[in-house]
Nanobody, 123 residues
Framework: QVQLVESGGDLVQAGGSLRLSCAASRSIFNINAMGWYRQTPGKRRELVAAITGGGSTNYADSVKGRFTISRDNAKNTVYLQMNNLKPEDTGVYYC?????????????????WGQGTQVTVSS
């Protein structure tokens, strides 16, 4: 089973940028959909960005125009570029895999959840 490890979280000021990485232990070429989730205290883990094997992307309304998801199959890595960060973007970010974006949206994921990476945006 492929393992996914998130990294890149940090403390940044509002308006700043971060790039998160999700490194897979083996090839992600055959994984149909990959997604980034955000979890904040008291709230359900929500899908903020997803990408299919063909490169189609989908974003939560709250991050459209600010976040960009990409995948590098050669490096077995999925990225989340986050620009113009806002305090409400604060949370623990996780990545996971799914058969399609609808499955990701409903948290029907294919892998156990990892440790995530903490993003804190100060105002």
């Amino acid at each position: 089973q492929v393992q996914l490890v998130e990294s890149g979280g940090d403390l940044v000021q509002a308006g700043g940028s971060l790039r998160l990485s999700c490194a897979a232990s083996r090839s992600i070429f055959n994984i149909n959909a990959m997604g980034w989730y955000r979890q904040t205290p008291g709230k359900r883990r929500e899908l903020v960005a997803a990408i299919t094997g063909g490169g189609s992307t989908n974003y939560a309304d709250s991050v459209k125009g600010r976040f960009t998801i990409s995948r590098d199959n050669a490096k077995n890595t999925v990225y989340l570029q986050m620009n113009n960060l806002k305090p409400e973007d604060t949370g623990v970010y996780y990545c996971n895999a799914g058969n399609n974006i609808d499955h990701l949206r409903n948290r029907r994921v294919l892998r156990s959840w990892g440790q995530g990476t903490q993003v804190t945006v100060s105002s």
